[in-house]
């Protein structure tokens, strides 16, 4: 079946850099789009990011552009997502998710925080 495991959350201060992790099975990861989306405390979910299946195109919210950047190992079905200049306004859960957003992880805490 397929699974969707994100990984690499965490508390850091405002500036800093993290990279987030969504670790996938159960399909054939290179023939799909992959996605970030968060959801902050008491607001909806936010379209963060997605990329294409072999990497060449890359989307962002304008909330991130210039921020976040997403990339994709498909040897190791893998899709990655670098938060920089982190902001407050940036704490929420994030998730990855496949596709058009069919499948989802359990999400990954991100705390930005000083």
């Known amino acids: 079946q397929v699974q969707l495991v994100e990984s690499g959350g965490g508390l850091a201060q405002p500036g800093g850099s993290l990279r987030l992790s969504c670790a996938a099975s159960?399909?054939?990861?290179?023939?799909?789009?992959l996605s970030w989306a968060r959801q902050a405390p008491g607001k909806g979910l936010e379209w963060v990011s997605g990329?294409?299946?072999?990497?060449?195109?890359?989307y962002y919210a304008d909330s991130v552009k210039g921020r976040f950047t997403i990339s994709r190992d498909n040897a190791k079905n893998t899709v990655y997502l670098q938060m920089n200049s982190r902001k407050p306004e940036d704490t929420a859960l994030y998730y990855c998710?496949?596709?058009?957003?069919?499948?989802w992880g359990q999400g990954t805490q991100v705390t930005v925080s000083s």
């Open positions: 159960g399909f054939t990861f290179s023939s799909y789009a």
């Open positions: 998710a496949k596709g058009l957003l069919d499948y």
């Open positions: 990329i294409y299946s072999d990497g060449s195109d890359t």
